[in-house]
């Protein structure tokens, strides 16, 4: 390859018409750009516009309702903040331990590139087709039904590529003299990861974690696949009941022919975007934080 | 510190916890092939009903009504239309703002533009589908009379939106990743800013660009509350992009929606469905990676 070997006759000798053609190009660029934050100006203000004016406590503490007025998001709440907790608790030590596997026992063969090269590709399979699974194995097979643990199960599936890329870059940083030093005082394998590595990467675990977690939180496809849109209007209670969430209330008030719940989805969408932007939050910090 | 012994029962529990991380490594094959055979099984169910001949070049999609037929085109055509109307928007754009980016911007413009795209790309899909209901589609509405409620031209609008921060940050990345060496020869030779940045940085940069806009593709192929909010539900070979149409994503949607008995054709069109899906986007996903991989190589 030879990047940007001379072409004849396109080359124009008068330096004042280049510089202009220059000039055009780069407005053209910043047109881009506008276009980009434009959009997400757009978009923020009219949700504010539609979304904010719904907010209200009997909103948040009101179960869906036939009746606009009387709809509200506390079983999707319930809902979302169950969903969240049981895919940490399914993602988190699945995918730092697969983290560790790869980066600190795998030997390096073919059977470990498999893996690493399995993972990476896991990451890009579209959603959809992770609630096709869910369908298929937790909801059917498993005959977990429509409950908490099997769209938990299934978006951990999701999630785990992502916390196991996010761990294995942090444990990847975590210098060698570390790992050295604890086993020149005697420490076993473990006990050189438990006490040295672990904590030394954890900051990075931590950020990778929330951010694969606030994916799960708005992930809306394969929860209406393994069929969560359903009308819950009780507070959920064990992992095994049905379950509404954010996302799926969302989408479900979006649906509405006539409009009348567009407001309501609109607010529900300001309180799901409003505590995903604190998790986004919250990783950058911890992430800076400890960052050395 | 801890104590410790070096003893046989440590080191039977540094075993077993190798043993551990092992296992949560390999439960990664174990969904993998999960999502192969779950596809496969139920695909060859439904094929041993439908000819594939007749699935993958059949015309008609219609599995509930009699006379049923089973030829996939309409729904790909569908997906195609609004991927390829979202990529008319998205790559041009999103070229355009890595390039501002990567050669022109200053730090100052930087520091705002990059986190405002990245909020875009954090943004849940369902948010961008309520912003297509319940903005582009009347907007749509009322500058073209006779858009209908669903139509492919706001949900291809608005996935384009939805990926161009993937675009933008995947260019910008290949293109500062092209070596300050080969600008620096540029400008040595007379060239303007101009002309480093189209005539070497972007050639240079071709490869990194190209894998950025097949991701990008694939994940517009693969969006489903978007199309499934605005494009509406009607599969046909159309492609006016002011007429509703059925994506294949939103098609599994409305399958999983409407209840359908374990081993009924409608419940293994899913999965067959599914597949597809999933053959397509992993085709693009290995083909993309392809791409990264020998432009990385190309600056070693």
């Given at each position: 390859?030879?990047?940007?070997?001379?072409?004849?006759?396109?080359?124009?000798?008068?330096?004042?018409?280049?510089?202009?053609?220059?000039?055009?190009?780069?407005w053209?660029?910043?047109?881009?750009?506008?276009?980009?934050?434009?959009?997400?100006?757009?978009?923020?203000?009219?949700?504010?516009?539609?979304?904010?004016?719904?907010?209200?406590?009997?909103?948040?503490?009101?179960?869906?309702?036939?009746?606009?007025?009387?709809?509200?998001i506390?079983?999707?709440?319930l809902?979302?903040?169950?969903?969240?907790?049981?895919?940490?608790?399914?993602?988190?030590?699945?995918?730092?331990?697969?983290?560790?596997?790869?980066?600190?026992?795998?030997?390096?063969?073919?059977f470990?590139?498999?893996?690493?090269?399995?993972?990476?590709?896991?990451?890009?399979v579209?959603?959809?087709?992770?609630?096709?699974?869910?369908?298929?194995?937790?909801?059917?097979?498993?005959?977990?039904?429509?409950?908490?643990?099997?769209?938990?199960a299934?978006?951990?599936?999701?999630?785990?590529?992502?916390?196991?890329?996010?761990?294995?870059?942090?444990?990847?940083?975590?210098?060698?003299?570390?790992r050295?030093a604890?086993?020149?005082?005697?420490?076993?394998?473990?006990?050189?990861?438990?006490?040295?590595?672990?904590?030394?990467?954890?900051?990075?675990?931590?950020?990778?974690?929330?951010?694969?977690?606030?994916?799960?939180?708005?992930?809306?496809?394969?929860?209406l696949?393994?069929?969560?849109?359903?009308?819950i209007?009780?507070?959920?209670?064990?992992?095994?009941?049905?379950?509404?969430?954010?996302?799926?209330?969302?989408?479900?008030?979006?649906?509405?022919?006539?409009?009348?719940?567009?407001?309501?989805a609109?607010?529900?969408?300001?309180?799901?975007?409003?505590?995903?932007?604190?998790m986004?939050?919250?990783?950058?910090?911890?992430?800076?934080?400890?960052?050395? | 510190?801890?104590?410790?012994?070096?003893g046989?029962?440590?080191?039977?529990?540094?075993?077993?916890?190798g043993?551990?991380?092992?296992?949560?490594?390999?439960?990664?094959?174990?969904?993998?092939?999960?999502?192969?055979?779950?596809?496969?099984?139920?695909?060859?169910g439904?094929?041993a009903?439908?000819?594939?001949?007749?699935?993958?070049?059949?015309?008609?999609?219609?599995?509930?009504?009699?006379?049923?037929?089973?030829?996939?085109?309409?729904?790909?055509?569908?997906?195609?239309?609004?991927?390829?109307?979202?990529?008319?928007?998205?790559?041009?754009?999103?070229?355009?703002?890595?390039?501002?980016?990567?050669?022109?911007?200053?730090?100052?413009?930087?520091?705002?533009?990059?986190?405002?795209?990245e909020?875009?790309?954090?943004?849940?899909?369902?948010?961008?589908?309520?912003?297509?209901?319940?903005?582009?589609?009347?907007?749509?509405?009322?500058?073209?009379?006779?858009?209908?409620?669903?139509?492919?031209?706001?949900?291809?609008i608005?996935?384009?939106?939805?990926?161009l921060?993937?675009?933008?940050?995947?260019?910008?990345?290949?293109?500062?990743?092209?070596?300050?060496s080969?600008?620096?020869?540029?400008?040595?030779?007379?060239?303007?800013?101009?002309?480093?940045?189209?005539?070497?940085?972007?050639?240079?940069?071709?490869?990194?660009?190209?894998?950025?806009?097949?991701?990008?593709?694939?994940?517009?192929?693969?969006?489903?509350?978007?199309?499934?909010?605005?494009?509406?539900?009607?599969?046909?070979?159309?492609?006016?992009?002011?007429?509703?149409?059925q994506?294949?994503?939103?098609?599994?949607?409305?399958?999983?929606?409407?209840?359908?008995?374990?081993?009924?054709?409608?419940?293994?069109?899913?999965?067959?469905?599914?597949?597809?899906?999933?053959?397509?986007?992993?085709?693009?996903?290995?083909?993309?990676?392809?791409?990264?991989?020998?432009?990385?190589?190309?600056?070693?």
């Amino acid at each position: 390859m030879s990047p940007g070997a001379p072409r004849g006759g396109r080359f124009d000798t008068r330096l004042e018409a280049r510089r202009r053609a220059g000039v055009r190009f780069m407005w053209l660029c910043r047109l881009a750009v506008a276009f980009g934050v434009a959009s997400l100006v757009v978009l923020l203000v009219s949700l504010a516009a539609d979304g904010l004016p719904a907010l209200s406590f009997e909103f948040l503490t009101s179960y869906p309702s036939r009746f606009p007025e009387r709809a509200g998001i506390r079983s999707a709440i319930l809902g979302s903040a169950w969903m969240l907790a049981l895919v940490a608790v399914m993602s988190f030590p699945l995918g730092v331990g697969a983290a560790l596997y790869l980066e600190e026992y795998a030997p390096t063969n073919r059977f470990t590139t498999l893996l690493k090269t399995n993972i990476a590709n896991l990451a890009s399979v579209p959603s959809i087709v992770y609630g096709i699974l869910g369908l298929a194995v937790f909801v059917r097979f498993l005959a977990l039904e429509r409950s908490l643990l099997a769209g938990a199960a299934t978006l951990s599936l999701l999630v785990l590529p992502i916390v196991n890329i996010a761990a294995r870059e942090a444990i990847r940083a975590v210098p060698d003299s570390l790992r050295e030093a604890a086993y020149a005082l005697g420490a076993t394998r473990w006990q050189a990861i438990r006490h040295h590595v672990l904590p030394a990467a954890m900051p990075g675990i931590l950020s990778g974690t929330i951010l694969g977690l606030s994916r799960a939180g708005g992930e809306t496809a394969p929860l209406l696949i393994i069929g969560a849109l359903t009308f819950i209007a009780f507070d959920p209670l064990s992992p095994m009941d049905p379950f509404t969430a954010l996302p799926i209330q969302i989408f479900n008030w979006t649906t509405d022919p006539r409009g009348e719940f567009h407001a309501l989805a609109a607010g529900a969408i300001v309180v799901l975007l409003g505590v995903l932007l604190m998790m986004n939050a919250a990783a950058i910090l911890i992430r800076n934080r400890f960052e050395r | 510190m801890r104590k410790s012994e070096p003893g046989s029962a440590s080191r039977v529990g540094e075993r077993l916890i190798g043993a551990l991380l092992f296992s949560s490594g390999a439960l990664s094959i174990v969904a993998t092939v999960g999502i192969v055979v779950v596809l496969l099984t139920e695909s060859l169910g439904f094929f041993a009903e439908v000819s594939p001949v007749e699935f993958l070049a059949g015309t008609r999609w219609s599995p509930d009504l009699v006379p049923r037929s089973f030829g996939i085109l309409p729904l790909v055509n569908g997906t195609l239309l609004v991927a390829g109307g979202a990529a008319l928007i998205a790559l041009p754009v999103g070229l355009a703002t890595a390039i501002y980016l990567s050669e022109f911007a200053s730090i100052r413009t930087k520091r705002t533009v990059k986190p405002a795209l990245e909020i875009l790309a954090g943004i849940p899909t369902v948010v961008y589908g309520y912003f297509a209901v319940t903005l582009v589609t009347p907007v749509l509405r009322t500058l073209f009379p006779g858009v209908g409620v669903f139509n492919a031209a706001s949900a291809a609008i608005v996935v384009g939106i939805m990926i161009l921060p993937m675009v933008s940050s995947l260019s910008e990345d290949a293109l500062s990743a092209v070596p300050g060496s080969l600008r620096e020869a540029a400008y040595g030779v007379g060239a303007t800013r101009f002309e480093v940045a189209t005539r070497i940085v972007v050639p240079a940069g071709l490869p990194g660009i190209a894998a950025s806009f097949i991701l990008a593709i694939s994940r517009a192929i693969a969006e489903t509350i978007v199309v499934t909010l605005a494009a509406g539900a009607t599969p046909g070979m159309t492609l006016d992009l002011l007429q509703s149409v059925q994506t294949m994503t939103a098609y599994i949607v409305q399958v999983s929606l409407g209840d359908a008995p374990s081993g009924s054709i409608e419940y293994r069109t899913l999965f067959a469905v599914g597949l597809l899906l999933f053959l397509i986007t992993l085709a693009l996903n290995l083909l993309s990676q392809r791409m990264t991989t020998r432009f990385r190589e190309s600056f070693r």
